[in-house]
């Protein structure tokens, strides 16, 4: 049969209006971030997510449920069905040292109640210093420490996290008494920092990085085991002579123990591919400084049980108790 020129283009728009009807009816995916809109893991998580309809051909929503260091995510998730159609997006202060710190207080085990899928984003954590102490590196500042005890401390947004347990490292590597001054999150303690009301803080480069290059505060050092080629200029502190380098964060993606192992499949493969978006991985890398490392979900289960190992006994040793 003969098809004319407007039979032809009928047919066309036809086909393709099929990926768009299939994508409108089928089930949205919902994607759990236990963090607040704007900030850094919400970022991380809405650069992939926006991408993942055209790959998986079906609406995939973020929802918010921030709340006890991304906790309320993690109890939304374990209530959720295994059904392929909730997932949670964390870093990994929420499985390591919400597990580690606060295990009598959860309702879940990371390793028992929720399947890993991928891991999509690396990057290490610094330490500022307020312009107005006139510091330019680690041994300045540890020297700075030891002249003025009383003055010294850092900042972390909140306690009980890795910023916090690597301040301990920290001093216990430049053997220095350095008190933690915790905050309701970042903002506050970067503006306090680049105010000199708090003479050092810990925390992901993203929020101190602007300051640092207008000379507002001062990066002196990464807790990583190589310098961040996104940031080539700023040493690490092993290179300086203060052995710390447990301090890369990084972001995953879960699904509830029991979804289906094609679900778990068909999301993890499609992480990677959106990490191979050109797009994707400028985003990550110049505006919000993170590096865009893709591990499927053996290697991020492997990586969590190391962590979890490696970080225990430094929390038991620090005799740190919530609250």
Sequence with gaps: MKLNRRQLLLSGSALLALPQAS???????????????????DAIARVVADKLPNVLGQPVIVDNK?????????????????????FMV?????????????????????????????????YPLGMGVAANLGISNAREFVEWARKN????SYGTPGLGGQNAFLGVQFAKAAGIELPVT??????????????????????????????HRAGKIKIIGVFSKERSPLMPDIPTFAEQ???????EGWTGIWAKAGTPKAQVQRMEK????????PEVKEVMSQKLLVHPVFRNGSE????????????????????????
């Design 300 to 323: 991020l289960d492997a990586l969590q049980r190391a962590e979890l190992a490696h970080w225990e006994p430094i929390i038991k040793a620090s005799g740190f108790k919530p609250e």
């Design 90 to 122: 964390a870093p990994n202060a929420t499985p390591t040292f919400q597990m580690l710190v606060f295990k009598d207080q959860l309702k879940w085990n990371i390793l028992k109640d929720f399947s890993p899928v991928a891991s999509f984003a690396s």
């Design 270 to 277: 499609a992480i990677q591919q959106v990490l191979q978006l």
């Design 23 to 41: 994508m409108a009816q089928a089930k949205p995916i919902r994607i759990l971030v236990g963090f607040p809109p704007g900030g850094a893991t």
């Design 149 to 152: 005890p009383s003055k010294a």
């Design 241 to 247: 002579g203060i052995d710390v380098t447990s301090g």
């Design 182 to 211: 915790p905050y309701k999150g970042s903002p506050p303690m970067v503006t306090d920092l680049v105010g000199g009301h708090v003479p050092s803080a810990i925390s992901l480069l993203d929020g101190m990085m602007a300051h």
């Design 66 to 86: 921030p709340g006890v260091g991304g906790r309320m995510a993690a109890d939304m998730l374990l209530a959720a069905p295994a059904d392929g159609l909730t």
